[in-house]
């Protein structure tokens, strides 16, 4: 018997096809409507109906670029169940190059939304009508903010086994145990009972590679666990397993002025190490800033004008710091460019299944 047609947004697609479909959300003041696209690949076959979405701060572009080289990925064609991708979530604030709506709501605090309440309140309505409550398994991608770098990593409340066996399969170094914000996509999802993981690297506005190489990697990964993709030997096979984080640590700046960063991204470092000096332009005052927590830098400011109270470094803590540390140079040493290579193609989407 032939598997029943995917439904979303009112559009019918049937087993063993893809389409893309153009959700609509509004229009602008010009009268031009804006539509959310949504590329659907439904399988032949039943199983998990996985939704990647990216730029619910549309300020955040890596996820975008991830999802565009994942839907090339040769294997699709073999897939069971179904992929929902959503590259672009928030639309309005992608097109303004900014993270938040027109009417400077954050779309990941206006879960579940309303039919009839706030722009952003309309959006998560329509997204978790027409979009969220049709999937089983969700994987949210995020960078960090305009000027601030996230190692690659991985957010999830571990409560739910699923949401542990696919943070654990997409093989970031660090798995952030991060509870659930009022009026996030995460915390929307998870009261479904959906597992749902957030997916952090780079930064606002910037592409970088080994994050997206990373994600893709990661999703893939994820798409195997559940048995969505192929079960046979891989060039991306774990060998590694990721860390968990219980929580982590902002440290922030005690004053006004230039900073001088001497603790690197994903350097392990332990309390009351300096992390970088804070200066006046004339260097007439100097000030240590300091490591409140021992653990590894997973996500710092890289802008040097820094304000007093200012979140400049996030320290990860973990039980055992030096597993951590293990993962961290196991990461490092599969992603290092020159090494890309000989782990995975520089483009998967390329490869032909053999």
Sequence with gaps: ????????????IPAGTRKTVEVPVAKLYTHTPLHIPVEVVHGRRDGPVLLVCAAIHGDEINGVEIIRR??????LRHLKGTLVAVPIVNIFGFVQRSRYLPDRRDLNRCF??????????RIAYLFRTQIMENVSHIIDLHTGAIHRFNLPQIRAELK???TIQIAEAFGAPVILNA???EGTLRAYADSLDIPVITFEGGEALRFDDVVISSGVRGIIRVMRSLDMLPQKASRIKVTKRSEIAASSAWVRAEIDGIMRPIVRLGQRVRKGQKLAVIADPFGETETALV???????????NLPLVNEGEAIYNIARFDEIA??????DYFRSKMDPE????????????EQDK
């Design 1 to 12: 018997m032939a598997r029943a047609p995917f439904r979303i947004a009112g559009t019918e």
């Design 70 to 75: 994942l839907l090339r990925y040769g294997a």
């Design 112 to 121: 579940p939304g309303s039919e009839s309440g706030s722009l952003g309140g």
């Design 160 to 162: 739910n086994p699923e």
């Design 179 to 181: 509870s659930l914000r």
């Design 291 to 301: 490591a409140s927590v021992s653990g590894i830098v997973v996500g710092m400011n």
């Design 323 to 328: 597993e951590a540390e293990k993962a961290m």
């Design 339 to 350: 090494a890309t290579e000989a782990v995975m193609p520089v483009h998967p989407w390329d």
